[in-house]
């Protein structure tokens, strides 16, 4: 629009077109930014303000538009749906990463996530950023900003440790970290039940890389995130925590690919086709980089054998908990009360694989949805994020998401294959997505390879499916045709090949949200 007619336009119409800018900017930084030719920093989301605001001028074909009325819309935003990072927080960002790098005794390697904010925060190329708030419902938060003692802490699981050394804290399920002014309420806000170790937060520090921080009432405080270094291990058990790091230690230097360590986000580890060398295949795997494996539960007893499986490798293997669409019919009164049991287990990380699957229809279509939906509730009970299976059965499965699931629980559709009209309502629906081997076979998979596009790497993790989906191009092939988790990279090269961005930034993007989907 013509800035000589900005004053006059009138106060509703203002706002109207506040909204209509909001709306595009949340597609363009939330949704598709690929889609508009946004290239978002994989460690906050973030983009140039100036790039930003030439995408919004070629798309509402406003070449007046300025920098100070893209502003205005973030200031006016009731929902305060965006964020500007201003130049002199990001130096002093950057400032803080490159002396948490520093740290002696720490490989610059373990962290590198404080390498890319030195890279990208470089002196001379300081401008403006701008990047969506996580989840939809920020504007919820009513509290004021305040100045926070100190030190807060926050009470979190032994297993957590690692991870948050290494990415700092982020929100579980919900959009904020709650932090406590007394260490007794950490304790008590830790999530998960059994052993916790205490963070303590050094909130000058932390203000300092631009946390701020929500004043909630009764000595509890939020905020969006907490950046590794300003975070230190306090106080109880400190010989656990030192277990911790040593565990991660001893990962890093036993695999020559530690540096490009990956997650499988599904693998069916207890498939009786790994019955005599089910330890090598997880061996083969860490050789390989892929050296966490979440183990995809999908009846009641498999749930409980992967559970069991996974505890035997803490901070390595983990578990997911219910029951496929497939053996649906096979669930009854003691169902939810197993899964529950299972999930208060320390290597159980989601709900699932749960869903609908009208392909085979192995168990009535009604007996599905039901199961379906009460999976989703107890994932929602549990705060605990949701592995979804999907064949053909989009409309209904989609439904009893939008009823059931609320809008922050995270959730990841595994092994999608579907069209781009299903994948744009579930990218729309906030929803992950997992993409296996399938697309490394060319004759099936044309639709497939086009639209890993459109997944922002945010939502985007990658699987192997595992002993099932081989892919078809591995040469040379695997005995017996049986698939690996160390076959993860060969998917990695053919998204990085659909999506023109290189393999290692494949793994790397698809491993940080994952950690970040499973807390692990
Ligand atoms: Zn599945």
């Not at 303000?49 to 007046?64: D, H, I």
């Not at 100190?150 to 982020?170: F, K, R």
């Not at 599904?266 to 997880?282: A, K, P, T, Y």
């Not at 197993?338 to 392909?359: H, T, W």
Request: with cysteine.
């Amino acid at each position: 629009m013509d800035q000589s007619n900005k004053n006059r336009v009138s106060k509703p119409a203002a706002a109207e077109r506040d909204k209509k800018i909001s709306k595009l900017m949340t597609m363009m930084l939330r949704h598709a930014p690929e889609e508009f030719g946004l290239r978002l920093a994989p460690e906050d989301g973030s983009c140039e303000l100036s790039e930003l605001l030439a995408a919004v001028r070629l798309r509402t074909g406003c070449e007046q538009m300025t920098e100070e009325e893209i502003r205005g819309v973030v200031r006016r935003s009731d929902k305060q749906r965006f964020e500007i990072l201003e130049p002199q927080n990001l130096a002093e960002a950057g400032a803080a990463a490159t002396a948490g790098a520093e740290k002696p005794g720490e490989e610059r390697s373990e962290h590198p996530g404080a390498a890319e904010a030195q890279e990208g925060f470089a002196a001379g190329d300081a401008a403006p950023r701008i990047r969506a708030r996580y989840g939809h419902s920020f504007g919820k938060l009513t509290y004021p900003q305040g100045t926070p003692p100190e030190t807060l802490y926050h009470g979190t699981h032994l297993q957590a440790l690692p991870s948050i050394q290494e990415h700092g804290l982020l929100p579980m399920g919900r959009e904020y970290v709650h932090l406590s002014a007394e260490t007794h309420f950490a304790a008590l806000a830790g999530r998960r039940r059994g052993r916790l170790a205490m963070l303590r937060i050094d909130t000058a520090a932390a203000s300092r890389a631009g946390v701020v921080f929500y004043d909630a009432g009764s000595g509890v405080w939020l905020a969006e995130r907490v950046p590794a270094d300003v975070l230190t291990a306090d106080g109880a058990q400190e010989s656990d925590i030192q277990g911790g790091s040593a565990m991660k230690a001893s990962e890093g230097s036993k695999h020559p690919n530690a540096d490009r360590r990956t997650i499988d986000i599904g693998i069916n580890l207890m498939h009786r086709s790994f019955g005599s060398d089910r330890e090598q295949v997880v061996e083969t795997a860490a050789e390989a980089g892929v050296t966490r494996l979440i183990l995809t539960g999908t009846s009641v007893r498999g749930s409980e054998a992967a559970a069991a499986y996974a505890a035997r490798y803490p901070g390595r293997l983990y578990a997911t908990a219910g029951v496929h669409p497939h053996d649906a019919k096979s669930c009854g009164e003691s169902t939810l009360r197993s899964l529950r049991e299972l999930a208060a287990g320390d290597s159980v990380v989601a709900i699932g694989e749960c869903g609908l699957d009208y392909n085979r229809d192995f168990s009535p279509r009604e007996v599905q949805r039901e199961w379906f939906a009460k999976q989703i509730g107890l994932a929602a009970e549990l705060a605990l994020p949701l592995f979804l299976h999907e064949r053909d059965a989009h409309t209904d499965f989609a439904e009893l998401l939008r009823e059931h699931r609320p809008k922050d629980l995270s959730a990841v559709v595994h092994c999608f294959t579907g069209s781009e009209e299903e994948l744009r309502t579930y990218l729309e629906m906030g929803l992950h997505i997992g993409i296996t081997g399938w697309i490394c076979d060319e004759r099936r998979s044309g639709a497939l390879r086009e639209l890993v596009r459109l997944i922002p790497p945010n939502r985007l993790m990658i699987e192997t499916d595992t002993p099932f989906l081989t892919p078809r191009d591995l040469r040379p092939k695997p005995k017996d045709g049986r698939n690996e988790p160390a076959f993860l990279p060969h998917i990695a090269a053919a998204v990085a090949e659909c999506t023109g961005r290189s393999t290692e930034e494949i793994m790397r993007q698809t491993t940080e949200t994952a950690r970040t989907f499973f807390r692990i």
